[in-house]
């Protein structure tokens, strides 16, 4: 059994809480790092403690299961062996040995004037890339500080798909930011959506079951893009419930345009580059979009509680508002598939979980 998580927005829909849940819940026994690299920050909230994930997949959640980064993903090594100190799975971790190394002179090219304009993260993701697709860059299994983690990822996880168990692949990013699919040149340096977070650590389309797309109940974007709407002021006086979060904002005493108090009400900031993220209402166009491209079985809707603080920490599906199920009614019929995951705050218990039908 195979399942992808990947996000359908514009990254940062809470990737990271859904794997480290479904780690936990479903108990599988490898859990693969796909995606781009270390411009992906995932979050975690486990136990009360807080966790900033770039390499180590957010699925550490779960003791016993061995965490895989599969062979297309970008490795920095520093940040690497820091995670598996502040995550304490150094035993248990494997990298391909043919995962590109992201070194300093990546990161030197990603304070170009083309990454300013696209706003990148700064990580040297898309230059490793590019020095990736011209065959000069340094491979891990160059890297002797790495050598005692090599393995062949696509390997161990198609032996365990043989032996019938349970593999889940974490993405990173969202569909708005694939190379392929979104508002180029405003994108990141890969395809974000299912089948490539497949090809990332080496499964086969044909050994997918599941695929779940993750996405916030409001839209964050960080980094450049003009072709986006965000949330302006027309739009925030013609709807009830941004013109009170914008209340809430005032009364907290956030500063700036519109848009930037929201977004630091809702405590939207940048996990990788600090920087506040722009807020936009649920796009449902480019949602039931990447639903279709990912193939997707499932949704998750992650943030309701940021929408509707009344549902907060809710665990079953009566524990929610009228308002918050008209709002996830209406994303269900506009993409045509059902939410059977529903997150309602950071914490990895903080969940609505139907996939058994209750
Ligand atoms: P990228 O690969 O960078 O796109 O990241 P991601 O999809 O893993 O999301 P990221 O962790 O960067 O951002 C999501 C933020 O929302 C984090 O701060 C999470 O802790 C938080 N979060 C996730 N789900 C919920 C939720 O249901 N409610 C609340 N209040 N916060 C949530
Ligand atoms: P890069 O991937 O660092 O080259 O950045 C390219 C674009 O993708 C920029 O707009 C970034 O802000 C955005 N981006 C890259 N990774 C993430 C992510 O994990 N979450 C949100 N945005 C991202
Ligand atoms: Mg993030």
Redo the contacts with the bound molecule.
């Keep these: 059994m195979v399942s992808i998580v990947v996000?359908g927005h514009y990254?940062?829909?809470?990737?990271?809480?859904?794997?480290s849940y479904l780690a936990k819940k479903d108990d599988p026994a490898y859990i693969a790092r796909a995606?781009v690299g270390p411009?992906?920050?995932?979050?975690?909230?486990l136990d009360g403690k807080?966790y900033?994930l770039r390499m180590i997949t957010?699925g550490f959640s779960n003791p016993e299961a061995k965490l895989l980064i599969g062979p297309g993903v970008l490795v920095d090594i520093p940040r690497f062996l820091n995670e598996l100190e502040m995550t304490d799975t150094a035993d248990r971790v494997l990298l391909d040995s043919r995962c590109a190394i992201i070194e300093a002179e990546h990161k030197e090219d990603d304070l170009s004037a083309n990454s300013k304009k696209i706003g990148t993260t700064g990580s040297g993701c898309g230059p490793a890339n590019a020095a990736r697709v011209n065959r000069v860059i340094r491979l891990a299994r160059d890297f002797p500080e790495v050598k005692k983690f090599m393995a062949d990822v696509p390997q161990v996880v198609n032996d365990a798909i043989d032996a019938g168990e349970k593999v889940l692949i974490e993405?990173?990013?969202?569909f708005g930011l694939s190379l392929y699919y979104g508002n180029y040149p405003f994108v990141t340096s890969k395809d974000t959506s299912a089948s490539t977070a497949a090809a990332d650590v080496g499964i086969g389309p044909t050994r997918i079951e599941e695929v779940h797309v993750?996405y916030?109940a409001y839209m964050s974007r960080v980094g450049e893009d003009p072709f986006i709407k965000y949330l302006a002021e027309d739009e925030v006086n013609a709807s009830p419930m941004w013109t009170r979060m914008l209340e809430a904002a005032d009364d907290a005493g956030f500063e700036g345009t519109v848009n930037e108090k929201i977004a630091s009400h809702l405590?939207e900031i940048?996990?990788?580059t600090g920087r506040p993220r722009k807020i936009g209402s649920f796009d449902f166009e480019l949602a039931r979009y990447s639903a279709k491209i990912n193939g997707a079985t499932n949704i998750c809707i992650?943030?309701?509680?940021?929408l509707f603080p009344e549902c907060?920490g809710a665990k079953s599906y009566d524990k929610l508002s009228e308002d918050a199920l008209e709002h996830i009614r209406a994303i269900e019929e506009k993409i045509g598939v059902k939410a059977k995951l529903i997150?309602?705050?950071?914490d990895v218990a903080?969940?609505v979980d139907i996939r058994d039908g209750s």
């Design positions: 996000g990254g940062d829909e809470g990737k990271g809480k859904i794997v995606g411009n992906a920050g995932h979050t975690v909230y807080k900033g957010c993405g990173t990013q969202g993750i916030k405590g940048g996990t990788v992650t943030c309701l509680d940021k907060a997150s309602t705050g950071p903080d969940i």
